[in-house]
């Protein structure tokens, strides 16, 4: 008689302990989405890295990467023999994407009419330029390479 009571007793320890088992896992789903939505994905922890900006301090390192941009652009751009007939003063919002390869794409965006009709070919220059750039590594977010998007404030002074 006791080892029925035994047994029985074990039995319903073990169906009882089941359901609890299962609920922990809907709780662990519900758990990871919850904190998969509380992720800012605008956010990364580490920016792009290019190689002359492994030596700065992690505070300093985003504007490295940015005046890093701007100077092989703008070195890239003042090489080129570019002549107008009216003078331009203008700034374009150049918008790119750093895959989490550690590619660089210029995507698509509207040149100002000004420049269009001045220098037709302005898109194939900036997209040379930008196919010069240094190699860089990845944004990371979580130590998980990320694509992020970038716009580049480039200022056009041509007299």
Not at 42 to 52: G, H, I, S
Not at 80 to 94: A, L, M, R
Not at 111 to 131: G, M, N, R, Y
Not at 132 to 148: D, Q
């Amino acid at each position: 008689m006791i080892k029925r009571v035994y047994y029985i007793s074990i039995l319903v320890f073990t169906l009882f302990s089941c359901d609890n088992l299962v609920l922990k896992k809907e709780n662990q789903k519900q758990v990871l989405k919850e904190k998969w939505n509380e992720i800012d994905k605008n956010q990364v922890d580490e920016p792009p890295l290019f190689e002359a900006c492994k030596h700065v301090s992690e505070e300093e390192i985003e504007l490295c990467f940015h005046n890093t941009i701007n100077e092989q652009i703008g070195n890239y751009l003042q090489d080129q023999t570019i002549t107008v007939k009216e003078p331009i003063n203008d700034t374009i919002w150049v918008p790119l994407l750093i895959t989490k390869d550690g590619d660089i794409v210029l995507e698509d965006f509207l040149v100002p009419d000004i420049i269009t009709s001045q220098i037709p070919d302005f898109k194939d220059i900036l997209e040379e330029s930008i196919d010069n750039l240094p190699n860089v590594e990845p944004a990371h977010t979580r130590s998980t390479p990320v694509n992020t998007r970038y716009k580049l404030p480039l200022v056009i002074s041509i007299n």
